[in-house]
């Protein structure tokens, strides 16, 4: 009897997974971190940001010496200056929470540095919202991969509801106290 209450406690605490929110830091540049390219690549720091994923509350992290990083308009990103940026910093570690979906634009604060490429642009995923599975077509081809995945989704959705999650609750709580 006690083995089957400990079973069933931890089949509970393993549905808390569907509701807590993960976030990631991502160090801008990677082990290089954020400096003018060595070369005059304009696109060195937009590479290293499409081979990633970002995620609404996920942070970057700029390291540097002797720089500043700025966030900027598109405008202001494709000029390579600013007057006005939406933030700057140049305390050597700056860390940026990504607080929206949609772009970000990055340049260095430091005169010809971004011309020469220490410039960036994140895009940030619209959060996934959970769906009920969708009825498959009659086009099998078409539709084979997607039900599959939304089916998954559908059953995250049900998974996280506050209704289950009460009556799991209920549940545990009478194995125990019962």
Known sequence: MESSKILIFLLFLSTFKFFFVTSIEFDVGGTNGWNVPKTRDQQIYNQWASQNRFNVNDTICFKYKKDSVM????EEYRKCHSSHPL?????????FELNRPGLFFFISGVSGHCQRGQKMIIKVLEPEIAKPPQAQSQNATTTKGKSHKNSAVGVMAISSSPT?????LMSVLGVFFF
């Open 87 to 95: 933030l700057f910093s140049n305390n050597g570690d700056t860390v």
């Open 71 to 74: 966030e900027v308009t598109e």
């Open 164 to 168: 289950i999650l009460l009556l799991m």
